[in-house]
């Protein structure tokens, strides 16, 4: 193999790897999400988009944590890394809240919604998080740098 067919193969199972770790990181925060809306939408009996919002926080919280720390790596600016964030959820929250509403005056299920949600926010987080929050500065935390 060349060094470039080996740097390639490598970047291959980084980003696998990579995706592997979101992917985990955000299965826990919607477990998160999922059991936190469940509280709010059969314990407390709230309204579908208070308990979907407060259950959204949430997860937003704790998979923004772990994810710029152990998958993207990333020593980005956290107030910085946060506001782009929170630009991203300034138009999926109202979106998603919006189609949900619908949806669900539309007769759909509050858990089928929720799943729909969440998986389109598993995607598009994925992305936004690579090629926007943290682009250019995966692997640049310090203690991070003696592994690559």
Do not use: C
């Amino acid at each position: 193999m060349t060094d470039i067919t080996e740097r390639a193969e490598n970047m291959k199972k980084q980003l696998a790897f990579q995706m592997i770790k979101f992917t985990l990181f955000s299965i826990s925060a919607g477990i998160i999400q999922a059991a936190s809306f469940a509280v709010f939408n059969e314990v407390l009996h709230w309204r579908y988009w208070l308990a979907y919002l407060v259950a959204l926080v949430l997860s937003i919280i704790w998979n923004f944590t772990f994810n710029r720390r152990y998958t993207f790596k990333a020593a980005a600016n956290v107030p910085v890394a946060m506001a782009k964030l929170f630009g991203f959820y300034a138009v999926f929250t109202p979106l998603s809240t919006w189609l949900g509403h619908i949806a669900e005056g539309a007769g759909v299920h509050d858990y089928i919604i929720l799943a729909i949600t969440m998986l389109s926010n598993f995607v598009l987080e994925y992305l936004f998080s690579k090629f926007v929050m943290y682009r250019n500065l995966e692997n640049t935390l310090k203690e991070n740098k003696k592994e690559n």
